[in-house]
């Protein structure tokens, strides 16, 4: 049976043409979002995500940043709230896991942890929301809930690697 991240993860990937090596920073095309990469992963570019591998470990991430300039009365929490529903409404037998604070390079950030399942498959999610000067970012990583302990400090350390990009 194949594996359902990796091939979710395939899906985003095929038709990406920048591929990065690994170690490097990379920043989305609008530049909203900047990260380095920790060694053993890639990344494609989108216009406002990034998306990130380590298939040797079963670790995904997805980055993505909002120009806070295009909401009214948006604030960390309900920003947090909505990147979390967007992954928990498709997941069933879930038990959460937060919301924890956390302060990533000086700004303000919630921090949830997920574990569900979803089609057959047992997938673990910590899912991070940083409010910066002049974005809101969202850092889902993943992975299947077997591989949790063994990767969760390189999820947790995603985030911590996350700087907002410049606003033009």
């Known amino acids: ?21 690994t170690g490097e920073t990379v920043k989305t095309q609008d530049g909203l979002l900047v990260a380095t990469l920790p060694s053993g992963w890639m990344q494609t570019k989108g216009k406002s995500y990034l998306m990130v591998q380590n298939a040797d470990n079963n670790a995904y991430a997805m980055l993505g940043a909002d120009d806070r300039r295009d909401y009214y009365g948006l ?6 709230f909505d990147r979390t529903y967007q992954i928990l409404k498709d997941l069933t037998f879930i038990s959460v896991s937060g919301p924890k604070r956390l ?20 997938v673990s999610y910590i899912i991070t929301s940083i409010e910066a000067p002049n974005t809101f970012q969202s850092v889902v990583t993943w992975t299947t809930s077997s591989y949790l302990e063994k990767v969760r400090k390189e999820l947790e350390m995603i985030p911590q690697l996350v700087k907002e990009g410049s606003i033009k």
Request: net charge positive; no cysteine.
């Open 1 to 21: 049976m194949r594996n359902p991240i990796v091939l979710m993860a395939f899906v985003f990937l095929v038709g990406i043409p920048a591929l990065t090596q």
């Open 75 to 80: 604030n960390l929490e309900k920003y947090s």
């Open 103 to 122: 302060t990533i390079s000086g700004n303000q950030a919630i921090q949830y942890e997920l574990n569900g399942v979803s089609g057959a498959l047992k």
